[in-house]
């Protein structure tokens, strides 16, 4: 995965979610859980590179940050809650959609059934 687009229809897949552009800015793209409206999915485009924000739960955020260096904290965000994904195709797209799932569980406050 290393586009926007790739990105956001994976999160489309889940279930009750939303895209939303709430700043007015069309370079922020969030996907958002529609019952709470919590965004699990951040992308935008920084320094000519897309990104994804997740959520992600401490005892995995430093796991992430070591095993790739295209994780980093995550930009404009808690550091400690918050994990950024730079998409340059150096994390496998499994591990990506992993994150992403578990950003989307963290937000829902329970496990959704996904589709």
């Not at 956001?8 to 009750?16: A, I, R, S, V, W």
């Not at 529609?34 to 401490?58: H, L, M, Q, S």
Request: hydrophobic share 30%.
């Amino acid at each position: 995965m290393t586009t926007r687009k790739e990105i956001l229809e994976y999160c489309k897949t889940f279930q009750d979610v939303y895209q939303d552009a709430p700043f007015h800015d069309e370079n922020w793209q969030l996907m958002r859980y529609r019952k709470n409206k919590k965004a699990f999915a951040w992308t935008y485009e920084k320094d000519g590179k897309i990104c994804v924000n997740v959520k992600v739960d401490p005892q995995w955020r430093d796991f992430w940050r070591t095993t790739y260096t295209s994780v980093i904290p995550g930009w404009h965000q808690n550091k400690e809650y918050w994990n950024t994904i730079i998409l340059d195709g150096s994390v496998p797209d499994q591990d990506i959609k992993r994150m992403i799932a578990e950003s989307y569980d963290l937000i829902c406050g329970a496990k959704e059934k996904r589709k």
